[in-house]
């Protein structure tokens, strides 16, 4: 029973990373483009996630720390330049 239901959500979080796809191509704006590219890193953790249970392994667990703070600095960074145009700041003295 459960690998049918991961089987299943594998299949939604594959339909949602296409969905995703779709909206970074589409998209009408970036911040729909950010939005979409923080969707399929959490889409992508919830599928890595459901293959190490379906394996019964603990090895990708370390993938999907990487791949959490990856989307996370990824998503905060656009956000970040979408708001004030930089990523980083710089103070100019004088």
């Given amino acids: 029973m459960i690998k049918i239901m991961l089987g299943v959500s594998l299949t ?6 296409a969905i995703s796809l779709y909206r970074i191509i589409k998209g ?7 939005i979409a590219m923080d969707m399929i890193g959490v889409n992508l953790i919830s599928g890595i996630a459901a293959v190490s249970i379906l394996l019964r392994t603990k ?3 370390e993938v999907i720390l990487v791949l959490g703070l990856l989307a ?3 998503t905060i960074s656009l956000s970040r330049f979408i708001e004030r145009g930089v990523i980083i700041e710089r103070k100019r003295s004088g």
């Avoid at 939604?12 to 990373?17: G, K, P």
């Avoid at 009408?28 to 950010?34: A, H, I, M, W």
């Fill in 12 to 17: 939604l979080f594959s339909v949602a990373i």
């Fill in 28 to 34: 009408p704006s970036l911040p729909d483009r950010v």
């Fill in 59 to 61: 090895a990708y667990l």
């Fill in 72 to 74: 996370f600095i990824s």
